[in-house]
Each structure stands twice: as structure tokens, then as C-alpha cells.
């Protein structure tokens, strides 16, 4: 989990209280802190949205939170991950969990470091209630470097 913190402080790919329309919308916002960090391609963008329009969105965690990603070979160049909070929540279309608020893009160059490293940093981190209520009321780095902290 430490690793995650680190990661998005060094990146800085975080994008606290962002606007969004639609989910295409959020996702893009994720997607584009990681072009920007040049651990992805921006195909990946399109990937994702392709995936989930076939798929539906199987990324959504629980109430409020999303971890898009798309494969390894869709243009991830490097491990990563990107930290989004919604002023407004979008509805993702998954009715049980929408609408969402929280969404950390994950970028993983293979498939064991998805699932065994990654998939299970991101799950850990957002599985404390006291955590995701302090994530949805940063405005600032400070306040999630001070959550991070808490780690």
C-alpha cells in the first residue's frame, strides 16, 4: 500500500474535488494524469472505454469507487496509478454501486502484477471507511499526503 502512496506522490498523478460529466469523462481525467506521467499511451483511454461499453463496468469496486484499467498490452509502459475524486459523483452504469466519487486508474505492464500487486493495493487501501472519508474531503495534497501518512 505504501508502494501506491508513494507512487502517486512521485507522479503526481492526483486530481482531487476534478468535474466530470459522464464516466467517459472521469475516466479520461485518470487515464490523462498517467499520459502525462508517460506511463501510458493514450490508447489506453480508448481501451478502457471500449472494454466497459462491451463489458460493462467491471471495474467498479463498491459504493462510490472505480479502478479502471485496461491489459498490459493496450499501451501501459510502466506500473502505475492515478487518483481521482469527483466533486460530483457520475453514474457508471452499475446500479448497486453508482454513483461513483473515488477512481484510481491503474496502468500494470503484466497481468500477475495486476492481479496479485496492484488489484490488491488498490482493494486495501480503499477497504477503511475512516480513509475514504477523508479521500472525499481532501482538497488539497496536504490533506492526502496527511492520509497517506496515516498508512
Do not use: C
Amino acid at each position: 500500500m505504501k508502494t501506491l502512496a508513494k507512487q502517486l506522490l512521485t507522479l503526481d498523478s492526483i486530481h482531487l474535488q476534478a468535474e466530470a460529466a459522464d464516466w467517459k469523462e472521469a475516466v479520461r481525467l485518470g487515464v490523462d494524469l498517467l499520459v502525462r506521467a508517460d506511463t501510458v499511451e493514450p490508447r489506453y483511454y480508448d481501451a478502457i472505454i471500449k472494454m466497459t461499453e462491451e463489458l460493462g463496468p467491471w471495474y467498479v469496486l463498491a459504493p462510490g469507487m472505480a479502478m479502471p484499467h485496461g491489459r498490459p498490452e493496450e499501451g501501459v509502459k510502466k506500473n502505475s496509478f492515478a487518483l481521482v475524486t469527483l466533486k460530483t459523483p457520475v453514474n457508471f452504469g452499475e446500479p448497486d454501486n453508482d454513483p461513483i466519487d473515488i477512481l484510481i486508474t491503474l496502468a500494470a505492464t503484466d497481468a500477475k502484477t495486476m492481479t496479485e500487486e496492484s488489484i490488491v493495493a488498490v482493494a486495501t487501501f480503499l477497504d477503511d471507511e475512516e480513509r475514504i472519508r477523508r479521500l472525499r474531503a481532501a482538497k488539497t495534497r496536504a490533506d492526502l499526503e496527511a492520509i497517506f501518512a496515516d498508512l
